[in-house]
């Protein structure tokens, strides 16, 4: 039943993942064990996606599908479970003078997904906004978001805000959006720069050390 | 209009028709998106640039008499926040409005169009859904609808405006690159829907995406042409910003999008008219597909996330392709880095013809990495056989 649960998801047939869920809730299988077979599959997908044999068409559809089959689990989850083990911390946002959102709020699913905790600063975030956050819960990552090339300047502003309030040195930057690759991420002081929510979730990971 | 600029007009349309028809012209034409770098450099603000025709003139005037490219990428429209739905029908923030002057204007994707919307829009197509759905897009202008339906029937002093405005960069001895365009019915009902409502449409409701794209086709074709038919120039830009790998799987693409690119050049070229097919996003994996588009009816617009290598490889003896120094080369780079990869492509994707260089410069560019660009085409570009 595990395996069929496991391929429904990664096949993206969301009528059968929802039925094969309530089935198993009902007939009292433990939340939590669901749960994990469909992090599981979400960790496939994530696979399928850095093989090019899924999209990001896909990942949407899958975070939909992990979102309504957390709807049936939680209120069986007790204590701990709901929250899962959280494996680092991550403060997000898209720059000052970008309001796009798109690309940080997929990157927020995939993040979660794979058990990150993750504090969502919005759009237009200015760089004192994301000191206070990152002093106030202390994240190992601290992610901009910058699709417009008018936020160069905002992500560059943010590392040297970050360097005055002595905090540069205690997370690791990430960016990510259409408007930044490696030049922007030197520019901007930044620790990496990255393409898609996959290819960012890999580094994140990694700076965590899982 | 002078006899030298009058034939450097001969000269640049020249080149870009031999370029485009796939031959050999005698250098590899240059062109470069305007708006973002033309304001700053004349010292006026985005918002001046935006909404002021003297001084977006001026600022043309000054951009295109320094850099002497081959064609002017953008039709010179001012801003129109109420018409700037037809192409891109979302919320908008507007400079000097919502944002500061100085930033371009920028898009808040959501969901004005619902999932009941589809049968509406399925049936009687693109423009008929826009102005049902105008009072979301545009809620701060009260009676939308019959203002837009108003000002639509007078588009002939704006049309006379910009007739004016071509003819001016004629006399300066610049073509256009476009004659006229719009996005693709898969990126409007994308934008309309919003992404990521657009991707659960994909699983939930595939077919009547399918036929509501199908609707939108003819009408987004005579949009096209209409532009053409004011400028006089045979070329077509489809903006297709959604359509690729970056965004959508190969498996929709094949079922939804390629029909729809076929169909839209089979319509477009029945008038002897080329599509320009703008192509945002990674197209790599994309590129096969487009073998099954007709020899010589299209051209292949490219920022930097496609391989435009693989392109050539894949497309060079099909369609004319142009591109792809990419945004932060202007920026960050050197004027050696600019014509570096200038050359590259010269070599590579210019082989035998059938190449634009283009780039896509931002507000902070360096003048001299422009300048780099233009100048390698000019001296490194020719053809010597």
Known sequence: MGKELFDSFVELREDDVIKIVQEKIESGEDAFAIAETCKNALIKIGDLFSKKEYFLSELVMSGEIFREIMEVLEPKLVGDEKEGNKIGKIVIGTVKGDIHDLGKNIMIGTLKGNGFEVYDLGVDVPPEKFVEKVKEVEPDILGMSCVISIGWDSLKETVEALKRADLRDKVKIILGGGGVDEEVATFAGADAAVKDAIEGVEQCKRWVSV | ?385
């Open chain 2, 1 to 385: 209009m002078n006899l030298e600029t009058e034939e450097l007009y001969k000269q640049r349309k020249e080149r870009i028709e031999t370029t485009t028809n796939l031959k050999v012209p005698d250098r590899v034409p240059v062109i470069f998106s305007e708006n973002e770098f033309a304001w700053g450099f004349a010292n006026i603000s985005q918002l001046e640039f935006m909404t002021d025709n003297e001084k977006m003139m001026m600022a043309y005037e000054k951009l295109f008499k320094t850099f002497q490219q081959d064609a002017a990428y953008f039709e010179p429209y001012l801003f129109d926040p109420l018409f700037t739905v037809i192409p891109v029908p979302c919320i908008i923030k507007i400079p000097g409005k919502d944002l500061p002057e100085d930033s371009p204007f920028q898009l808040v994707e959501s969901e004005i169009m619902t999932e009941d919307d589809y049968k509406y829009a399925s049936k009687k197509g693109y423009f008929r859904t826009l102005v049902k759905l105008l009072p979301k897009l545009r809620p701060e202008i009260p009676d939308v609808q019959n203002i837009f339906t108003e000002r639509i029937t007078r588009t002939v002093e704006d049309m006379r405006a910009s007739s004016s405005n071509r003819q001016r960069f004629r006399e300066w001895g610049i073509p256009l690159w476009n004659g006229g365009g719009m996005e693709s019915p898969f990126s409007l009902l994308c934008l309309m829907r919003s992404y990521e409502k657009f991707c659960l449409d994909m699983y939930r409701r595939r077919d009547i995406v399918k036929q509501t794209v199908d609707k939108f086709i003819p009408e987004i074709v005579r949009m096209s042409l209409g532009g053409v038919k004011a400028s006089g120039v045979p070329r077509a830009q489809i903006g297709l910003h959604r359509e690729s790998s970056s965004t959508f799987s190969l498996k929709i693409f094949e079922e939804i999008a390629l029909p729809m690119i076929k169909k839209l050049v089979e319509l477009i070229s029945k008038e002897n008219v080329m599509t320009i097919l703008h192509c945002d996003g990674d197209w790599t994996p994309n590129l096969e597909y487009l073998t099954e588009l007709p020899k010589g009816k299209c051209i292949l617009d490219l920022d930097d996330s496609t391989d435009i290598f693989k392109a050539k490889e894949i497309l060079g003896d099909r369609m004319c392709i142009a591109g792809n120094l990419h945004e932060p080369l202007f920026a960050f780079s050197t004027p050696q880095k600019v014509e570096d990869y200038s050359k590259k492509l010269i070599d590579i994707v210019g082989e035998g013809g059938g190449f634009v260089l283009k780039g896509e410069p931002p507000r902070e560019s360096k003048f001299e990495n422009i300048m780099a660009m233009v100048n390698t085409a000019k001296n490194y570009g020719v053809y010597k056989y």
